[in-house]
C-alpha cells in the first residue's frame, strides 16, 4: 500500500543517503506512527546494504541488543569480538566492538553504501546508547547512514536518550518527525477499503496502524479500542491459532521457529493469512508492538504464567540465547530458581559491556527470591548487586545492600569477607554524604583486617584511608596510608590496589598544589584502564579535572573535563558524570557561558535521586545564576546544596557554598547571617593551604568588613585586589578567561572601571548583581552612573534586546547576514552589528555555538 503523507521523509532518507558524507535520521513518532513501515519501504527501496538492529522491550534490555542482531546478520569479525566481550579474559573490550561495527558501517568498496537500523532506541540499553554516541562522532568522516527509530511520547525529560541525542554532532543530524496522518489521509484510506470515513478519525486520532486495523476489520462499525479490535480478530481465527499468538505475544518483539515448535505449521500459516502476525525474517510478529501487548493483557494471570515458562523451556537450551531474555521470562513464568541462575548470568554480561544500569537492574530481580538461599550465597548476590549499583550511580541502594551483606559476613566471622564489607561501606556513606561515618568504618575494616594474614583487602583498606584523608584535605597522611597500600601491595602483586592508591597520593599532592601529582594521576589511570578497573581509571580523570578547576587551571581543567566526561559516559559511570557535568557547569559560570553553565547543571541534575556531595557543584551553579540573575526562586538549591556540604565536612563542598551563601546574602543587602559560615570555612582553607578558596572566602569577609588575616594565604588576583590593585586583580582576571570576576574587581576602582564592570554583568543578564553595584556606585558619589539595559531588554536572561533575539532566532536557522537581513528589512551591516552583539551576550565565539546555546537554554524552538 502506498504510503500516505511520508512523501518527504522518504525523500529525506534517500537524500542523506546519496550525501557524500555521513548522516543520523531520528524517525520520531507515537507507537504505531509508522516508524519501521516507513523505513520499511525505504530499505525495500535504497539500493544498500541494510543492517538491522533492534533494542527490545525486555524485563532489563540485554546489553547491546542491536550490535547481536547485527553480527548474526554479518559474522566476521563483528561476531567475534562480540563473544568475546563474554569471556573474562576479554571483558573490556568493548571499544574494539565499536570499532568493528564502524568498519562494517563503513566499508569503502566502490558503490557500496551501508544503512544501520536501530529499531526503538527508546528502549536501548546504556551500552546501545554509547554506541549510538560512538558512532555518532565518527559519522562526519564516515559516508554511512545510522537511522535510529524512536518513540517520542515515550522519552521523558529523564530518559538518557536525550544525553546522547543532544551530543551528537548537529550537521549530521535530520530529525523525520512522523505527525498522525490527516483527516483527509485517513477518508483516502477508508474510500479504498470500501469503508465509509464517518467516526474513523475521530476513533484512531490519525494513528496510521490504529487506522489500518480498523480498516482490516470484520463487522460494522469502528470498534472504539484497538483491544476490542484485537480480540474481535482473535475470536475470528481457531482455537490453535489463538495460542499460537498468545504464545507470540509474551516474546518481546518476535518469535523464532524453535519457540512454535509443537504448534501446527497450519495454525502460524493461519495467523499470517488473517494478517494477526506478520513474517519479520524468518521469524513471526505482531505488526506492531500495541497489537501483541492487546493479546497479552488478554490472557489471564494463569495462562501468561504457562507461556512464559514454556518459552522459557525452549530458549534455555540454546546457547546463542542472551541470558537477558531469559531472566525476562523466568521472572514472568514466576521461576524463582531460573531467575537465580540467570539474573546473575544477564548481570555479569551486561558488567563486561559496561551497562552498569543493566546489570543492577537484573541482580535487583534475583535479590526478592534469594531469602531462601544459603547465608554465603546470599551475601555474594548482594555484594555483587551493590558494587553494580555502585558503578551505575545507585549509591544509596548499593550502601543499603553492602550493609546486608556485611551483617551476613559478621554471623559467618570471616574476618577478610567483614573487612572488605566494612571497606565497602567506607566507601559508599562517602558517596552518600555521611564522611564521618565513612572514616569510622574505615578505620574499622583496617583494625579488622590487621588481625588476620595480610591480603589485597588489607591493602585496599590502607588505600581507602589514604583516600578518605586526601578527601578531607589531610594530603600529608594521604600520602603516607598510599605508600602503606601501594608497598603491601606490589608484595602481593595486586595491581588494583596500586591503580587505586596511586590515583589517591597524585591526587594529594595535586591537591596540595603539587603540579607532579599530576604525572602520578596519569600513571594510576593508565594502570587501571591497562587492567580494565574503569571506577579507578574514571577516579584519576575526575580528580584531575576538578582539582584543575580548584587552582583556577582554566585552560587544563576544560581539556581535562571534556576528557573524564567522555569517559564515564561511555563507561555508563554516570555518578562520576553527573558530578563532574555540575563541575563544568562551573567552569562555564567562571567563563562567562551561561547558558552552557544553566545546560549542564540541569542535566547533572536530571535522573534518579542522588545523595551526598557530587551533586553540590550543580547546586551552586544553578543556585548562583538564579542569584545573579535576580530569579524569583525559593533558593532551595543552595539551601540544598549547604545541608550537603555542612553533612561532608570537605573543603570541595564547604567552600563553593560558602561563597555562594555569602554572595546571595551580599545581594539581599544582608550580609551578616553568611558571617560565621564564612569565617569558619576561611580557617579551613587556610589550614589546608588552598590559596583560591581562602581567596575566594576572603575576598567575600572583606567585601562585608569582616576580619580575616593576613593576606599570605591568598592566591594573587584575590590578595590584589583586597591590597588596593583592582587593576591588577582584574588584568589577572581577564587573562584568566573570567568575565564575572573581572567585573568585580572592576567595580572595586575608579569611574571608567565600574562603567566597565557594569557593561560586563549586563551582558552576561548578570541582573541583580549590577543593580547592586549601581546602587553602591551611586552610594559613594559616582556623579553618572551608567543606566542599566531597558526592562524588557533586562528581563530576558541574556540581557538580548527583542531584535537581537529576532537575529538569533534566525541566525539559528542557518540563515547567513544577508538572508537575515532580507527577512528583517535592514541592511546587512546592522545585522553584522547584531551578531556580533548577540555572541557577545551569550559568551560564545561561533554563530554555530549562539545557536547551540539558544537551543540548550530554550530561547529558540527546537529543530
Not at 105 to 127: C, F, K, N, Q, Y
Not at 536 to 551: E, F, G, P
Not at 675 to 704: F, I, K, T
Not at 836 to 841: F, H, N, Q, R, T
Amino acid at each position: 500500500m502506498e504510503l500516505l503523507e511520508r512523501a518527504d521523509a522518504l525523500a529525506t532518507l534517500d537524500g542523506l543517503l546519496a550525501s557524500p558524507g555521513g548522516a543520523i535520521a531520528l524517525v520520531a513518532g507515537e507507537a504505531g506512527a509508522g516508524k519501521s513501515t516507513l523505513v520499511g519501504a525505504f530499505a525495500a527501496t535504497a539500493g544498500a546494504r541494510v543492517l538491522w538492529g533492534s533494542c527490545d522491550p525486555l524485563l532489563t534490555p540485554r546489553a547491546l541488543g542491536p550490535v547481536h542482531d547485527i553480527a548474526r546478520q554479518v559474522g566476521g569479525v563483528l561476531a567475534e569480538r562480540l563473544s568475546a566481550l563474554h569471556t573474562a579474559a576479554e571483558a573490556e573490550r568493548r571499544d574494539a566492538v565499536f570499532d568493528a561495527l564502524l568498519d562494517e558501517l563503513t566499508d569503502s568498496r566502490p558503490g557500496r553504501r551501508t544503512v544501520m537500523v536501530v529499531e526503538d532506541a527508546h528502549w536501548a540499553d546504556g551500552a546501545t546508547l554509547d554506541l549510538i554516541a560512538y558512532l555518532g562522532r565518527r559519522l562526519t568522516r564516515h559516508p554511512a547512514l545510522l537511522v535510529l527509530t524512536l518513540r517520542d511520547d515515550e522519552v521523558g525529560a529523564e530518559h538518557p536518550l536525550h544525553a546522547v541525542l543532544a551530543g551528537l554532532p548537529r550537521p549530521v543530524v535530520r530529525r523525520l518527525p512522523l505527525p498522525a496522518l490527516s483527516t483527509d489521509a485517513v477518508a483516502e484510506l477508508a474510500r479504498r477499503a470500501g469503508r465509509a470515513p464517518g467516526g474513523l478519525y475521530q476513533a484512531t486520532g490519525g494513528n496510521p496502524l490504529l487506522v489500518t486495523e480498523v480498516l482490516a476489520a470484520t463487522g460494522p462499525g469502528v470498534p472504539p479500542t484497538v483491544r476490542d479490535l484485537v480480540l474481535a480478530r482473535l475470536a475470528a481465527l481457531s482455537p490453535p491459532a489463538r495460542e499460537v499468538a498468545a504464545l507470540v505475544s509474551v516474546v518481546p518483539s518476535r518469535a523464532e521457529p524453535y519457540l512454535l515448535d509443537g504448534h501446527p505449521s497450519a495454525a502460524v500459516q493461519e495467523c499470517l493469512d488473517r494478517g494477526v502476525l506478520v513474517p519479520v525474517g524468518n521469524t513471526v510478529a505482531f505488526r506492531h508492538e500495541l497489537l501483541g501487548r492487546a493479546v497479552r493483557e488478554s490472557l489471564s494471570p494463569v495462562h501468561r504464567v504457562a507461556l512464559h515458562a514454556a518459552v522459557l523451556a525452549r530458549l534455555t537450551p540454546r546457547a546463542d540465547v542472551d541470558a537477558a531474555r531469559l531472566v525476562h521470562h523466568a521472572h514472568h513464568a514466576d521461576d524463582p530458581l531460573a531467575v537465580l541462575h540467570w539474573a546473575p548470568v544477564a548481570a555479569q554480561r551486561a558488567s563486561r559491556a559496561g551497562a552498569h544500569r543493566q546489570a543492577a537492574d537484573h541482580y535487583s530481580v534475583a535479590l526478592p527470591h534469594a531469602a531462601g538461599l544459603p547465608a554465603p550465597r546470599r551475601a555474594e548476590l548482594l555484594e555483587a548487586y551493590a558494587t553494580a549499583a555502585y558503578l551505575a550511580g545507585l549509591a544509596a541502594q548499593a550502601l543499603d545492600a553492602r550493609r546486608a551483606a556485611l551483617a551476613l559476613r559478621e554471623a559467618e566471622g570471616d574476618p577478610l569477607r567483614i573487612g572488605e564489607n566494612l571497606r565497602w561501606v567506607s566507601r559508599l556513606c562517602w558517596w552518600t554524604g555521611d564522611s564521618p561515618a565513612a572514616r569510622t568504618a574505615g578505620t574499622r575494616a583496617v583494625q579488622v583486617l590487621e588481625s588476620a594474614t595480610p591480603g589485597r583487602q588489607l591493602a585496599m583498606a590502607y588505600s581507602n584511608m589514604s583516600q578518605l584523608l586526601m578527601l578531607a584535605d589531610d594530603n600529608g597522611r594521604a600520602i603516607e596510608w598510599g605508600d602503606r597500600a601501594r608497598k603491601l601491595a606490589r608484595r602481593l602483586g595486586d595491581v588494583e590496589t596500586e591503580a587505586h592508591a596511586l590515583v589517591n597520593v597524585g591526587s594529594a599532592r595535586l591537591q596540595s598544589g603539587d603540579v607532579a601529582g599530576i604525572i602520578e594521576l596519569e600513571r594510576g589511570h593508565a594502570l587501571a584502564v591497562a587492567h580494565h578497573l574503569d571506577d579507578h581509571a574514571a577516579r584519576a580523570l575526575v580528580n584531575l579535572a576538578t582539582m584543575s578547576l580548584d587552582w583556577h587551571r582554566i585552560g587544563p581543567a576544560a581539556e581535562a573535563l571534556d576528557r573524564a566526561l567522555r569517559f564515564t559516559t561511555t563507561r555508563d559511570l554516570d555518578g562520576y558524570a553527573r558530578h563532574l557535568l555540575g563541575y563544568r557547569s562551573r567552569l562555564r559560570l567562571t567563563t562567562g557561558d551561561w547558558a552552557g553553565a544553566r545546560a549542564d547543571a540541569e542535566r547533572a541534575l536530571t535522573g534518579t535521586a542522588q545523595p551526598g556531595g557530587s551533586l553540590v557543584p550543580a547546586l551552586v551553579a544553578l543556585g548562583l545564576l538564579d542569584a545573579r540573575r535576580g530569579e524569583a526562586t525559593t533558593g532551595e538549591h543552595l539551601d540544598k546544596a549547604a545541608r550537603w556540604a555542612a553533612h561532608s565536612r570537605e573543603l570541595q563542598f564547604v567552600v563553593p557554598v560558602a561563597a555562594a551563601l555569602a554572595e546571595r546574602h551580599w545581594l539581599a543587602g544582608e550580609p551578616a547571617p553568611a558571617v560565621p559560615e564564612l569565617s569558619r570555612a576561611h580557617r579551613l582553607a587556610v589550614d589546608a593551604g588552598q590559596p583560591w578558596y581562602a581567596g575566594e572566602l576572603a575576598y567575600w569577609l572583606w567585601r562585608v568588613g569582616e576580619p580575616f588575616g593576613d593576606t599570605g594565604a591568598l592566591a594573587s588576583p584575590y590578595r590584589r585586589l583586597i591590597e588596593g590593585d583592582w587593576a591588577g586583580a582584574a588584568e589577572e582576571w581577564h587573562q584568566l578567561g573570567c568575565p564575572y570576576s573581572r567585573a568585580e574587581a572592576l567595580a572595586c576602582g575608579d569611574d571608567p572601571a565600574a562603567a566597565e564592570a557594569l557593561r560586563i554583568l549586563d551582558g552576561l543578564g548578570a541582573i541583580a548583581v549590577a543593580r547592586r553595584i549601581r546602587a553602591e556606585l551611586r552610594g559613594r558619589g559616582m556623579a553618572r552612573v551608567p543606566r542599566g539595559p531597558r526592562p524588557a531588554t533586562a528581563a530576558h536572561p541574556t540581557g538580548l534586546t527583542a531584535r537581537q533575539r529576532e537575529v538569533l532566532a534566525l541566525l539559528a536557522e542557518g540563515l547567513s547576514n544577508a538572508e537575515i537581513a532580507a527577512r528583517l528589512s535592514l541592511s546587512a551591516r546592522t545585522v553584522g552589528h547584531h551578531v556580533s552583539a548577540v555572541l557577545d551576550k551569550l559568551a560564545v565565539p561561533s554563530r554555530g555555538q549562539a545557536a547551540a546555546a539558544a537551543r540548550r537554554q530554550g530561547l529558540v524552538r527546537p529543530t
